[in-house]
């Protein structure tokens, strides 16, 4: 069964600074990865999805990579503004299944 | 670009009533899952539906079922319902068929049982 899971649980930083998030699965075989952003009780945005074949994808200030070998895949935010102050959700859809498992989250606070 | 649509988006109801909670996928997504976020934890995956026929479940309660149409929207009816019921419902699609599979989200219907 696949579980997921994310450090840090939460993470304040100032703004400007560069920072990364980790999720780690533990099976790997996987058909992809997907990173989210919720805001406190609203829906769930997709930022980046990384196939299984892929090693990383990138959409302007955000970089996700993947190592299936290891069960990690991190998120990389370049210069944090506070409108990146949200819940970062990882999500995996292995191979034997069609459902996204979900980690718990990092909270992300970015102060001005 | 049309984005998945759920409703209603809030609904009260109380113990033991019934609820059915509806949503539209993006045009021409042939897959739809339905998720569970309680308070403070992350989504539970319920149940998905390929092409208008069940593909997986998860830990969906026998209280609830899912169907999808004809023309792809889903609902998910809830019956007997539980305090531990309230929570946040997404619906999710995708488009299976290109390999790719990237879920896109909708709003969520925050349900909320007294």
């Known amino acids: 069964k696949q579980e997921v899971t994310q450090i840090p649980a939460a993470l304040s930083v100032p703004e400007g600074e560069n920072l990364v998030l980790n999720c780690s699965f533990t099976?790997?075989?996987?058909?992809?990865l997907q990173w989210f952003r919720q805001d406190p009780g609203k829906g769930l945005t997709s930022l980046l999805l990384?196939?299984?074949?892929?090693r990383e994808q990138t959409s302007g200030r955000l970089n996700a990579s993947l190592d299936k070998s290891s069960g990690r895949s991190t998120l990389y935010i370049a210069a944090s503004q506070p409108g990146d102050s949200a819940t970062y959700l990882c999500a995996v859809k292995s191979i034997s299944g069609q459902n996204f498992v979900f980690g718990p989250g990092t909270r992300l606070s970015v102060l001005p | 670009a049309a984005g998945v649509i759920q409703s209603p988006r809030h609904l009260i109801k109380e113990k033991r009533e019934t609820a059915t909670l509806k949503c539209y996928p993006i045009p021409r997504h042939d897959t739809v899952y339905w998720y569970q976020q309680g308070p403070g934890q992350d989504p539970q995956f319920l149940i998905s539906?390929?092409?208008?026929?069940?593909?997986d479940k998860g830990s969906i309660p026998d209280r609830f079922s899912a169907q999808q149409f004809s023309d792809y929207h889903s609902e998910l009816n809830m019956s007997s319902l539980e305090l531990g019921d309230s929570a946040l419902y997404f619906c999710a699609s995708s488009l299976w068929a290109t390999g790719r599979d990237e879920q896109y989200f909708g709003p969520g219907t925050r349900l909320t049982v007294t």
């Open positions: 539906f390929y092409e208008k026929m069940q593909s």
């Open positions: 099976d790997s075989a996987i058909y992809n």
């Open positions: 990384i196939q299984s074949s892929q």
